[in-house]
Structure formats: C-alpha cells, structure tokens
C-alpha cells in the first residue's frame, strides 16, 4: 500500500494535500501535479512511501527541472510508481522503450525479410564461461541499468529546507513524518494521511 501527500511552501509555512496516485500514470503527471499544486510557483515537495519498504522524495521549484531521491533504489524499482523514480534517475527513458520495439530489420520497405534461425539462440549472445546459459543477463545486454540495493538520487535536495543529507539517507520506518517534522509540517501531513 501507497501514501502520498503533496507539501506545499507558502508565507505562512506548508499546505499539505492527498497525491491521488490513480490519477498518476507517468513522471509527467507526477510533476503537473505538484506543480499545480504550487502557490506562487514556491517550492512544492512530493512524498511517496511504499510499507516502509521504500519512500521517495521529488522537489519542484516552478519551471526548474525536478529533482529525486529513493531511498532504496532497488526496493523501489519493483513498484510502479517507484519504477518511475528509478527509471528517470538512472537515465531510462520511455522514449528508448518505443525504440528498442521498432522492427528496423531492413524490411520496412516492402523488402523480403531474411532471418537465420540457431537453435539455442544467437551465438554472439551466449555466455563464454557458460554456453548452455542462453539467457544470462539480458537485461545488461539490453543496456539496462540495475538499480541499486541502496538509495539513489540528490539526497541534498531538502538540505536548504532543513532536512539535511545525512539525515535523509539514515531515514527508515516513518520517514516521511520524520521529514515533515524536519520541515515543520508534522501536523498539516498528518491531517492528510
């Protein structure tokens, strides 16, 4: 199970909101979300928690780039709102999804599409320490990055809001209340969680 609050900055300190994550299917919907949830283009940080599995943190600042932290990367990554973290910070990008399913085999014009076919798949694929192992790290052949079993992302993007790297990397538990109480805005999260 999800939690997920939007912390808005405003003169008077921080407005909290409920993220409806149904309403979520992309980073971008993510980021339109608090972005509109701004006031006065100020500072608006997302909060995401996954069972004290993992939780996550996106900072914006009006129209600069957003920025990431997941507290354990690898945890995260098998979620998906989580994934969606992972993939931006390690640099995938849903763009080199759509490529990597074109069919760019030279038969796009019409041309007879010529195949060879090897039993136990593609020699050049094989592993040489293990040739009956036709499978072995597709993923890194493919150019996918693991993500790590620890966490990933700019852990000093809450450091001018007090809430300081070292402090957000040890966070485990309720990290979430533990930065909102960083934050001082301990009880406008809880009135929202």
């Not at 979300?33 to 701004?38: D, E, Q, V, W």
């Not at 940080?45 to 990431?68: C, K, M």
């Not at 007090?162 to 040890?170: A, E, I, P």
């Amino acid at each position: 199970m999800y939690f997920a609050a939007l912390l808005a900055r405003t003169e008077d300190g921080w407005e909290a909101s409920d993220m409806e994550l149904d309403v979520v299917e992309s980073l971008s919907d993510l980021i339109d979300l608090a972005r509109s949830a701004s006031v006065d283009d100020d500072t608006v940080v997302a909060l995401i928690e996954q069972e004290d599995t993992w939780f996550g943190v996106v900072r914006v600042d009006g129209e600069e780039d957003p920025r990431y932290y997941v507290s354990n990367a690898s945890a995260a990554s098998r979620s998906s709102y989580g994934s969606m973290l992972t993939d931006e910070l390690l640099g995938k990008d849903e763009e080199d999804d759509e490529l990597d399913e074109l069919d760019l085999d030279g038969t796009e014009d019409g041309e007879d599409e010529v195949t060879a076919s090897y039993p136990d798949g593609d020699p050049a694929d094989r592993d040489e320490e293990n040739p009956d192992d036709t499978d072995a790290d597709d993923d890194v052949r493919a150019g996918a990055e693991p993500a790590p079993a620890g966490p990933l992302g700019d852990p000093r993007l809450l450091d001018d809001l007090g809430v300081s790297n070292r402090q957000l990397m040890t966070l485990n538990g309720d990290a979430l209340s533990e930065i909102a109480e960083s934050l001082g805005a301990t009880e406008v999260l809880e009135a929202v969680r």
